[in-house]
């Protein structure tokens, strides 16, 4: 399973005000709030966590077929080598790419997950460019991974508002599991922010 989070740095910056009260006791465990407090960065460390639980939430989601708002209990591991989200025993393993004007995080369940993503630089940031330019790009991603038209390739979206990918059942190899006869689909993640967007599939 994979989630991902955009995060447009100058949007943020406009928009946010992270350290307005109760903002951070709101969102960041204590251990995560002596982190942001701790660096040189804060600006950029309070949106790496935040861009890493919005990730790894969006897999919990999928898998429980529920949605909430409890960032706190999605809990942050810094670390050189793998940074980690934990919660209710469940751990997530992310990747971040950090600039001066974005950050694009990648959320696994499992660290061998093999995924297709891509990260990019949007026209404008208003909705319609946002939403339809990251479908676009997705769609014609899945279309050439999985080697079919792009015309039979759909996103459309569950009870909860968790996107997938469908299409008609044609010559594919998917990961995900699928029943003989039914109407396939993979696991995604679509994520836009500002002036950013990207998505992630599991090949």
């Not at 955009?6 to 995560?32: H, I, Y």
Request: glycine fraction near 4%; charged fraction near 20%; aromatic fraction near 12%.
């Amino acid at each position: 399973m994979i989630g991902n989070d955009v995060v447009d740095l100058n949007l943020a910056k406009s928009q946010s005000n992270w350290k307005r009260k109760g903002f951070l006791e709101k969102v960041f465990t204590p251990k995560e709030q002596l982190i942001i407090s701790e660096t040189a960065g804060s600006f950029t460390t309070v949106w790496l966590l935040w861009s890493m639980k919005e990730s790894a939430y969006k897999i919990y989601s999928r898998q429980y077929n529920t949605r909430f708002f409890a960032p706190k209990e999605f809990k942050c591991e810094l670390n050189a080598i793998q940074n980690t989200v934990c919660i209710n025993g469940i751990t997530y393993y992310t990747s971040s790419t950090i600039s001066r004007e974005n950050i694009h995080t990648l959320a696994t369940l499992n660290k061998d997950e093999s995924i297709t993503t891509d990260f990019f630089r949007l026209k404008n940031d208003t909705y319609d460019v946002q939403h339809n330019t990251t479908y676009e790009n997705l769609k014609l991603a899945v279309a050439n991974q999985f080697k079919v038209p792009v015309t039979k390739v759909n996103i459309e979206k569950d009870n909860n508002g968790i996107p997938f990918v469908k299409y008609r059942q044609g010559n594919l190899n998917l990961s995900a599991s699928i029943k003989p006869g039914y109407v396939e689909r993979t696991s995604i993640s679509i994520s836009h922010h500002g002036l950013y967007g990207a998505y992630a599939f599991v090949n």
